[in-house]
């Protein structure tokens, strides 16, 4: 039981360069979230999905895009990188489709990306 | 002013110590509380989760939730090496569909051997 997975660790883009995070769940979780994580401003969320097929704006979306076509899986894109998006990007799922509400969040342990 | 407070540190104590780490919070709207910890290069990880308010214990960790004063901490007793990472509060509102979990900054802890 691997929990969440996020694909790539590491990666270095320029300044313009397109991109995907790809996170990957396998406790059923109904929802799925992209945070960014930067020093002194806590987890931020980016997007967040409550189920497959369904994505919505959280607090910083600007330059990211979502997509959600599976219920295990979670795709982050970057279109057109730029410096102010170094940061590290954590995936995270919660809310057990099988009744059991109120679950906090679980997380992958994150990509950290540089755009130069 | 940020809805979750939290002292970034980094907090130093010696091996064995009890630790405390707290949070406070705007929002009365906030009934679940978690503390997560994260070490170095990896994600947060759960160590804790409560309802409403009172004390919760799991080993060398207990929970305090007082809601009276918008106030939350967490307990480490016998501190160890092992427990130096960055402690992260979290807190949600009631509603179960909701999306919106709210976090500290962050907390570092340093346990010195």
């Known amino acids: 039981n691997a929990g969440v997975t996020q694909t790539p660790k590491f990666r270095v883009l320029k300044t313009g360069q397109s991109m995907t995070l790809l996170c990957a769940q396998d406790?059923?979780?109904?929802?799925m979230y992209w945070y960014r994580q930067d020093p002194g401003m806590g987890l931020r969320l980016i997007h967040y999905?409550?189920?497959?097929?369904?994505?919505a704006k959280g607090e910083v979306p600007d330059g990211y895009n979502v997509s959600r076509l599976k219920k295990q899986n979670f795709l982050l894109g970057l279109e057109s990188a730029a410096p102010s998006q170094t940061s590290v990007y954590f995936c995270?799922?919660?809310?057990?489709?099988?009744?059991?509400?109120?679950?906090?969040?679980?997380f992958g342990d994150g990509t950290r990306l540089s755009i130069l | 002013q940020k809805e979750v407070e939290q002292d970034p540190g980094p907090l130093s104590v010696p091996e064995g110590a009890i630790v405390s780490l707290n949070c406070t919070y705007s929002?009365?709207?906030?009934?679940?509380f978690m503390w997560y910890r994260q070490y170095s290069r990896k994600g947060p990880e759960l160590l804790m989760y409560t309802y409403s308010s009172g004390n919760k214990e799991d080993g060398r960790f207990t929970a305090q939730v007082d809601k009276s004063s918008k106030y939350i901490s967490l307990f480490i007793r016998d501190s160890q090496p092992s427990d130096s990472a960055t402690y992260l509060c979290?807190?949600?509102?009631?509603?179960?569909?909701?999306?919106?979990?709210?976090f500290g900054t962050g907390t570092r802890l340093k346990v010195l051997a």
């Open positions: 979290a807190m949600r509102m009631a509603d179960p569909g909701t999306y919106k979990y709210i």
């Open positions: 406790m059923n979780h109904e929802y």
């Open positions: 929002n009365s709207a906030f009934q679940y």
């Open positions: 999905s409550v189920g497959e097929g369904t994505t």
């Open positions: 995270a799922s919660s809310y057990n489709s099988l009744g059991q509400s109120n679950q906090p969040q679980h």
